[in-house]
Nanobody, 115 residues
C-alpha cells in the first residue's frame, strides 16, 4: 500500500481559509482517483471532494463554491483549498488515494473552525 501523509489542518475563525495537503510515498505511478473525506464527532465519514487523473472534480453540495481540490501528479500530492470556512466544517479530514490494487488513507488532520 501507498503511504499518505497529510498536513495543513489547524484552528481558524469562521470565514477564514486553510489549505490541506496529502502526499503519497513512492514514484513511478499516478494516482487514479484522489479524494478528501471528513468525519465530525458523532457523525459518519462523508465525502468532501474527489479529483480524477484527468482532473475532473466532484464536490459535496455543502462545500461547493468554497472548497477547491487540486493535484500535482509530479509530486503525487493532492490539495484541498478551503475558503469561507464555517463552524460546521469542523472535522477530521482524511485523504484517500486509489490506484490499481491501492486504496490508501491518510492519518487524518484536524480542522477546527471557531464561530
Amino acid at each position: 500500500q501507498v503511504q499518505l501523509v497529510e498536513s495543513g489542518g489547524g484552528l481558524v475563525q469562521a470565514g477564514g481559509s486553510l489549505r490541506l495537503s496529502c502526499a503519497a510515498s513512492g514514484s513511478g505511478f499516478t494516482i487514479i482517483l484522489w479524494g478528501w473525506y471528513r468525519q465530525a464527532p458523532g457523525k459518519q465519514r462523508e465525502l468532501v471532494a474527489t479529483i480524477t487523473s484527468s482532473t475532473s472534480t466532484n464536490y459535496a453540495d455543502s462545500v461547493k463554491g468554497r472548497f477547491t481540490i487540486s493535484r500535482d501528479n509530479a509530486k503525487n500530492t493532492v490539495y484541498l483549498q478551503m475558503n469561507s470556512l464555517k463552524p460546521e466544517d469542523t472535522a477530521v479530514y482524511y485523504c484517500n488515494a486509489r490506484h490499481v490494487g491501492i486504496n490508501s488513507w491518510g492519518q487524518g488532520t484536524q480542522v477546527t473552525v471557531s464561530a
